[in-house]
RNA sequence: GCUAGCGUAGCUCAAUCGGCAGAGCAGCUGAUUUGUAAUCAGCAGGUUGUGGGUUCAAGUCCCUCCGCUAGCUCCA
C-alpha cells in the first residue's frame, strides 16, 4: 500500500505500483495533460516512472508553471534534436545533451560536418518528430548491460563513458522515444509534443569530456519554449543584445579600435575612449589616496630571472611574449603581470612591522600572449592594464586588508551603477598539482577568507573549487557580458606564496625584533581597464554618465547668425572643465539635434537669437528632451552638480 | 591552439548559373541660414583580406596564409 501525500494536504493511496500520470489522472484529466513531471521527496521524475510499492510519499506535480519546467522542456528537445540528426545523417555517435543557460545542445562525433545550411532540414525533422509526440520512456539497466547495449548499437562514446566515467555507479537509467535512445538520468516530459517552439542556434566544436588534447566532437546548439511568443521575444533580447556589444557601440562612438597590422589584441585607446578611461583613473586615483595607498611607478620588462623566482616563467611560459635576448645574452621579458616589480619596491630597504599594511597600487601595463581563438574585442586582449595593487602585511591584518580591499571593489561598482554581478570564492583543487605552497598555508588562506566573504553582504557568493590561481585562493567578481558571457573583473587574491623562502623571501622586522613574514594581498577593483571598460560600454550601452561621456556637451546654434556667441559659450564651458563640441554647419538645428542624439552626448545647448540677446543657453538633455532657456552659468551650474554627484541615470 | 562559419568603399550591405563591382550613410564641394531626431544638388571613394591555381572570363570555384565571429581549451 502506497500513500500519497499531495501539497494541499490531501492524500491517496494505492495498492498497485503507479505513475505520477496515474495519480494526476486521478485527480482530473485536464491536470494529466498539463503534468510535465512531478517532485517526490525533493527530487523530479518522469511522469511514466513508477512510485515505490509501498510507504508515504509527499508528491508534487509539476506543470509548465514550474521555472524550472523550461529546463525539463529543453532537455527532451535536446532528444528530439539528437534523433532527427541520427535520422538524417550516418555514423552519428551520441556524446552529452544537456541544457545551459538559454538553451541547449548536444555533442555528436560524425563523419558529416555540420552547417548552418543543415538547419533547415534538422529542424524540418524535428517539426516531425513533436509531431508524431511520441512518449518518452524510462529504462533500468545494470550498468554492464547497458554497456553491451551501447556497444550493439555500436556507440562507442557511452560505452567509454559507462565503463570510465561513472565510477562504481552499479545501475543507470536510459531513456527511450520511438527507435532513439540514450544514456539519460532524465526525466523528460511526457512526450514531445509538449515542445511548442525551437530553434537551432550555432554549432561549433568541444572536445569530448573537455579535454583539448582529446578528439572533438560538433556540438549544436539550440533552445526551446512552451510557446512561439515566448521563442520569438527570446530572439528579439538576442538581437537587442548584439546592438550593445561593446564592439559594435565602440566602433560607432569611436571608442577604440584594434589593428591586425599592429597586432590582435592590442587596443587603441581613440580619444573618447581615453577620455574615458582618463575619468576612471582619477576616480581610481582618489580612492587610493583616501585609502591609504602609495601609488608607484615601475618598468614594464624586467629580468627573465626575477620571473623565474616568482615561478611565472617556466610556468606560464606559452602564454607569454618571448624573452627578448640580449647581445650579452641578458634575456628579458615584457612583464606578464605587475607582482614581482612591487616585491623588488618591498624589498628596496628593510621593513618594520611599522611599516605595514604597505599598500603599492600601480596602473599596470602588461602583457600576455593569449591564443587567438580567445581574443575578444576589449575583453580579453594581449596588452592590458591593471588598476593593480599590493598589499604587504602581517599575518594579524590579513583579515582586516582583505575586507577592505572587497569594500573599496563595492564602492567602485556601486559608483558605476553596476549592481549585477556575483562574487566566487576561487579555492584550490586539491586533486590537481598545479598549485604551489603547503596544504596548510592553503587551508589558513582559505578559511580566513571564506570567514571576511561570509561577514559581508556579497551578492551571489558562491564557492568553486579549481578556480584559485596557482599561488593562492581568491575572490572574483563576475559580470555577465551582454550575451550572457562571464568576465572576471575585480579580483581580490591572497598569496603566502610570493614572499616565501622558495620565492623572494620577504621579511619584516617585527615588534619583538625577529624577522617575519609578511603576506600578501593582490587586488584589481576593475581587473584591467580595457575589460572594465567593454563591460561599461554594454551596461551603459554607449550612454555614459555625464562625468564619464567623452563628449559631455554640445553646442549648436540655429543660425550661423549667431556663431560667435556660440563659440563664446563653446569656450566658458571648456574653461569649466567639460568636454564640449561645438555644431556651426550650415544645418538644420533638427538634423544637429539628431546628430548629438546618436552620439549619445548627455547635453545639448541650443543657442538661436534669442539665447544669444539675454546671455542664456537652451538647455536640452539626451534623455529627458528640452528643459528650456537659462542663464549659461545656471547651465554650467547644473553640470557641474550632476559631474561632482557621478550620477547614473536611469533611462 | 582546435572545430565551424565569415571577409566587397570609412560604416551597413547589394551584385541571379562564373559574364561590365553597386546603393544608403559618413566624407568633400556648392546652394540653403534654418528653433529641438535627417534641406537640396553635385563630386570623390575599390588591386573584392593576402598569395597562388582552374577558366575565354573569378567578388563568385579550388589551395595557402592573415584576420574576424561563435563555441571548445586556456586565463598568473
Known amino acids: ?92 555517435q551520441l556524446a552529452f545533451g544537456p541544457t545551459v543557460a538559454d538553451g541547449f545542445y548536444y555533442d555528436f562525433q560524425m563523419e558529416h560536418a555540420l552547417s548552418e545550411a543543415d538547419f533547415p532540414k534538422i529542424e524540418a525533422e524535428m517539426a516531425r518528430i513533436v509531431k508524431e509526440d511520441e512518449a518518452f520512456e524510462r529504462v533500468e539497466m545494470d550498468r554492464l548491460e547497458a554497456v553491451k547495449f551501447f556497444g550493439d548499437l555500436n556507440q562507442s562514446l557511452k560505452v567509454e563513458h559507462l565503463q570510465e566515467g561513472l565510477g562504481d555507479q552499479a545501475a543507470v537509467s536510459l531513456y527511450r522515444q520511438g527507435e532513439f535512445v540514450d544514456l539519460c538520468r532524465g526525466p523528460h516530459v511526457p512526450s514531445a509534443g509538449v515542445i511548442g517552439a525551437f530553434k537551432l542556434l550555432s554549432v561549433a566544436g568541444a572536445y569530448w569530456r573537455g579535454d583539448a588534447s582529446r578528439q572533438q566532437l560538433q556540438r549544436l546548439y539550440g533552445t526551446a519554449f512552451f510557446t512561439k511568443p515566448e521563442l520569438e521575444e527570446h530572439l528579439h533580447k538576442i538581437e537587442e543584445a548584439k546592438r550593445r556589444d561593446h564592439r559594435v557601440l565602440g566602433r560607432q562612438l569611436d571608442l577604440f579600435m584594434i589593428d591586425p597590422d599592429v597586432g590582435s589584441g592590442l587596443v587603441f585607446w581613440l580619444p573618447k575612449g581615453a577620455a574615458v578611461r582618463h575619468e576612471l583613473e582619477n576616480f581610481l586615483y582618489g580612492e587610493l589616496i583616501r585609502r591609504g595607498y602609495q601609488p608607484v611607478n615601475t618598468p614594464v620588462i624586467g629580468n627573465v630571472h626575477l620571473y623565474e623566482i616568482s615561478g611565472h616563467f617556466p610556468y606560464y611560459k606559452d602564454s607569454q611574449f618571448p624573452p627578448i635576448e640580449m647581445a650579452d645574452g641578458e634575456r628579458y621579458l615584457l612583464r606578464p603581470m605587475n607582482c614581482p616589480h612591487h616585491i623588488m619596491v618591498y624589498k628596496s630597504r628593510p621593513r618594520s612591522y611599522r611599516d605595514l599594511p604597505l599598500r603599492l597600487a600601480e596602473f599596470g601595463t602588461v602583457h600576455r600572449f593569449e591564443q587567438s581563438g580567445e581574443l575578444n574585442g576589449m575583453t580579453r586582449v594581449r596588452g592590458f592594464t591593471q588598476d593593480d595593487a599590493h598589499i604587504f602585511c602581517t599575518e594579524d591584518q590579513v583579515a582586516g586588508e582583505f575586507r577592505g580591499c572587497l569594500e573599496m571593489t563595492q564602492f567602485v561598482l556601486k559608483t558605476l551603477g553596476l549592481n549585477e554581478y556575483s562574487v566566487r570564492l576561487g579555492f584550490r583543487d586539491p586533486a590537481s598539482d598545479k598549485y604551489v605552497g603547503s596544504a596548510e598555508n592553503w587551508r589558513r588562506a582559505e578559511e580566513a577568507l571564506e570567514r ?110 549667431v556663431e560667435e556667441y556660440g563659440r563664446a559659450v563653446e569656450r566658458q564651458l571648456t574653461e569649466a572643465g567639460f568636454r564640449v563640441s561645438g555644431d556651426y554647419r550650415a544645418e538644420k538645428i533638427g538634423a544637429k539635434i539628431r546628430d548629438a542624439q546618436l552620439a549619445l552626448i548627455p547635453y545639448m545647448f541650443v543657442i538661436g537669437g534669442r539665447e544669444a540677446e539675454n546671455d542664456q543657453v537652451a538647455v536640452r538633455d539626451r534623455v529627458e528632451g528640452d528643459l528650456g532657456a537659462m542663464p549659461l552659468a545656471a547651465a554650467i551650474e547644473r553640470l557641474r552638480a550632476e559631474v561632482a554627484a557621478k550620477t547614473v541615470k536611469k533611462k
Open 1 to 92: 500500500m502506497l500513500k500519497v501525500i499531495l501539497p494541499d494536504g490531501k492524500s491517496l493511496e494505492y495498492s498497485r505500483r503507479v505513475r505520477p500520470i496515474d495519480i494526476a489522472a486521478d485527480i482530473g484529466p485536464r491536470l494529466a495533460k498539463a503534468t510535465l513531471a512531478a517532485e517526490v521527496e525533493g527530487q523530479w521524475i518522469g511522469v511514466h516512472d513508477l512510485l515505490p510499492a509501498e510507504g508515504e510519499v509527499a508528491l508534487r506535480l509539476i506543470t509548465a508553471k514550474d521555472p524550472k519546467a523550461l529546463d525539463l522542456l529543453r532537455h527532451s528537445c535536446a532528444h528530439v534534436m539528437a534523433r532527427a540528426v541520427m535520422r538524417l545523417f550516418d555514423g552519428v
Open 452 to 561: 571576511v566573504c561570509g561577514e559581508m553582504n556579497l551578492p551571489n557568493l558562491h564557492i568553486e573549487r579549481g578556480e584559485a590561481a596557482f599561488y593562492g585562493p581568491k575572490a572574483d567578481f563576475v559580470v555577465a557580458d551582454c550575451i550572457g558571457r562571464e568576465w572576471q573583473l575585480g579580483t581580490v587574491q591572497l598569496d603566502y606564496n610570493l614572499p616565501s623562502e622558495q620565492r623572494f623571501g620577504l621579511e619584516y622586522i617585527g615588534d619583538d625584533n625577529t624577522p617575519h613574514r609578511p603576506v600578501m594581498i593582490h587586488r584589481a577593483p576593475f581587473g584591467s581597464f580595457e575589460r572594465f571598460v567593454g563591460m561599461l560600454i554594454e551596461h551603459f550601452a554607449g550612454a555614459f554618465p555625464l562625468w564619464l561621456a567623452p563628449e559631455q556637451v554640445r553646442v549648436m546654434v540655429v543660425s550661423q547668425k
